[in-house]
């Protein structure tokens, strides 16, 4: 009976200690796949591009030997292996080793690292969350059109989130009159719910779910429905700027309007126009009126939207890239080259550096015929 007695008191004590062991977890974000778990033990784990590293990244802007973590006591230990481009913690390059603390964002070229550490229930429900947050990324990028090669308008798109889930969605269908919807919205903040936010408005535009009454002719019209229909105090706060614009390929005329968002560039004719109305972000204050503009495109014409992820950098030396600094390099744009998004996000990112991001980077190129 006593040794029954003794079994009895140990059980329990066995289970707490367990539950209490602190366990250190990586996590491995890279588009088009499902999140990976590495369980960090006493060993370092070296990162690389080469089979012999412990996780493999064989992508081109990965190091042969890139870095390597080493738990020390209750954090791991990052430590950047002379990598060229650079091994980043919460955007910052990596000068020298850094603990690391519990939800620590890594960045590896385009793959993203996050490190976690707790208890096994804890981990669960983070592990959990990060797979949502992987989903939720894969499922916006999922809703982006894909690029029109022929016909009376022309699209093409570079679209590159952030470390973190962002807000950024863009897109353009075909009426059925014929005419081209064409829009980009940025909602504020990161996260899941600025990613839901984006996908509720974008899948708005993309099914012209609009209320009853509301006239697809008037651009400012549209605007003003969107602003009814998603108030900042039913958005958790969050509000987002569009820029919307109408283009009828019979007329040639485009109809737009914009809310809290940066110009449109119209380059057509030798001249690169800048398209806006002044409006306020959509979602902040009820019954705002929003503008409507309009322009005739000129044959073999092309129009640039963009997020402000686009141009909003932090240059290497510290100073701020702002929209002035990369309106010129519209200007500079020869029309008939092709592959004019991949241009503007290689100019972003000589910009930016080898790093992630500070922000959803979304470039969106359409040419008039």
């Known amino acids: 009976m006593a040794d029954d007695d003794a079994t009895m008191v140990q059980r329990p004590a066995a289970a707490e200690a367990a539950a209490t062991v602190v366990e250190h977890l ?3 974000h890279a588009a088009g796949q499902p999140v990976r778990q590495l369980k960090l033990g006493d060993a370092p784990l070296k990162v690389g591009r080469t089979p012999d590293n412990d996780l493999v990244l064989p992508l081109p802007d ?6 390597v973590l080493q738990l020390r006591g209750s954090r791991a230990l990052l430590t950047d292996l002379g990598s060229t481009n650079g091994t980043y913690v919460e955007g910052k390059r990596l000068a020298a080793p850094v603990a690391l ?9 385009n793959v993203t690292l996050v490190y976690r550490s707790g208890t096994p229930a804890l981990l669960a429900r983070a592990v959990a969350l990060e797979e949502e947050l992987h989903r939720a990324s894969e499922y916006v990028q999922a809703l982006l059109p894909p690029p029109l090669t022929a016909g009376p308008l022309r699209a093409d798109w570079r679209f590159v989130p952030s ?10 269908h075909r009426l059925p009159d014929g005419r081209f919807a064409i829009y980009l919205l940025d909602v504020t903040g990161h996260g899941a719910g600025s990613a839901l936010l984006a996908v509720s408005v974008l899948n708005v535009l993309r099914q012209a779910a609009l209320p009853n009454g509301v006239a697809w002719d008037d651009a400012g019209g549209v605007l003003a429905a969107l602003n009814a229909m998603f108030p ?3 958005q958790g706060g969050l509000c987002f700027s569009l820029w919307f614009g109408l283009y009828d390929p019979a007329t040639r005329h485009l109809v737009y309007a914009s809310g809290g968002h940066h110009p ?13 109305t002044r409006s306020m972000m959509l979602g902040a204050m009820a019954d705002l009126p929003f503008a409507s503009a309009s322009v005739t495109v000129p044959p073999a014409s092309r129009l640039y939207l963009f997020s402000d992820g686009a141009f909003e950098i932090t240059r290497q030396d510290g100073s701020q890239q702002m929209l002035a600094d990369f309106v010129p390099m519209l200007a500079a744009a020869d029309p008939a080259a092709p592959n004019e998004a991949e241009r503007l996000l290689g100019a972003a990112r000589a910009v ?10 979304s470039i969106l190129v359409l040419d008039f015929t």
Do not use: K, T, W
Request: aromatic share 8%; charged share 15%; with cysteine.
């Open 26 to 28: 990586l996590l491995v």
């Open 352 to 361: 930016n550096g080898p790093g992630p991001f500070e922000d959803d980077v």
């Open 101 to 109: 603390s519990d939800g620590a964002h890594v960045g590896l070229g």
């Open 62 to 67: 990965i190091s042969r030997q890139h870095c």
């Open 163 to 172: 470390a973190s889930l962002g807000g950024d969605a863009f897109g353009y």
């Open 264 to 276: 449109a560039y119209l380059r057509g004719g030798g001249a690169l126009a800048p398209l806006a």
């Open 232 to 234: 900042m105090e039913q």
